[in-house]
């Protein structure tokens, strides 16, 4: 199973950036997917998790009306559109899959795989 981010980057606050996933080695439509972050010295925290079909999708309240999580199962992507993008949200950003783990969707417990992250940062 091979989980590739793409898309991060160096932005001004308020600016915007499409964070991407490509998945091989799995049924992708098996699985719910997610997007979690981690700044330095911080805990891995949950960003976003959309379920396998797309009809349900969970953010942290924190992203709430700035990132929006879709994907696209035929081409096997998930991806993470972030508007309106502040300091705070500096961070390397991992996309994982989740087996429909009974487990909560924003509990990096839940997740079985993880790609190898990418970086954002938003200067002030």
């Known amino acids: 199973v091979q989980l590739q981010a793409s898309g991060g980057g160096l932005v001004q606050a308020g600016g915007s950036l499409r964070l991407s996933c490509a998945a091989s080695g799995l049924t992708f439509s098996n699985y719910h997917m997610g997007w979690f972050r981690q700044a330095p010295g911080e805990e891995r925290e949950f960003v976003a998790a959309i379920t396998w079909s797309g009809s349900t999708t969970h953010y942290a309240e924190f992203v709430k009306g700035r990132f929006t999580i879709s994907r696209d199962n035929a081409e096997k992507t998930v991806n993470l559109q972030m508007n309106s993008l502040k300091p705070e949200d500096t961070a390397v950003y991992y996309c994982?899959?989740?087996?429909?783990?009974?487990?909560?969707?924003?509990?990096?417990?839940?997740?079985?795989?993880w790609g190898q992250g990418t970086q954002v940062t938003v200067s002030s």
């Open positions: 994982a899959s989740n087996p429909r783990s009974y487990l909560p969707l924003r509990s990096t417990q839940a997740y079985d795989n």
